[in-house]
């Protein structure tokens, strides 16, 4: 599971959408990009259909994800 606490481009506030992790200084939820993208969306399209989101942090949270991918496991 990725440690997104390590991740500034996203938050999570509680009380708000449940607790959900969201892009900082919104409430879309990350949820949304990976949704969006598996069904086809491009980066570009995520970011005009979500104001409030700029590539710098879908960027930041694809990187974070595929750096947590590598990551050695822990058993």
């Not at 996203?10 to 959408?17: A, D, K, T």
């Not at 399209?45 to 104001?51: G, H, K, Q, S």
């Not at 590539?55 to 595929?66: D, F, S, T, Y």
């Amino acid at each position: 599971m990725t440690d997104w606490e390590t991740c500034a481009a996203v938050e999570r506030i509680p009380g708000r959408l449940g607790g959900a992790w969201v892009f900082a200084g919104t409430r879309i939820p990350l949820l949304a990009l990976y949704e969006n993208l598996a069904s086809g969306a491009t980066i570009n399209e995520f970011v005009e259909w979500f104001p409030g989101v700029d590539e710098q942090q879908v960027r930041a949270v694809l990187e974070h994800e595929a750096k947590a991918l590598r990551a050695p496991a822990t058993h």
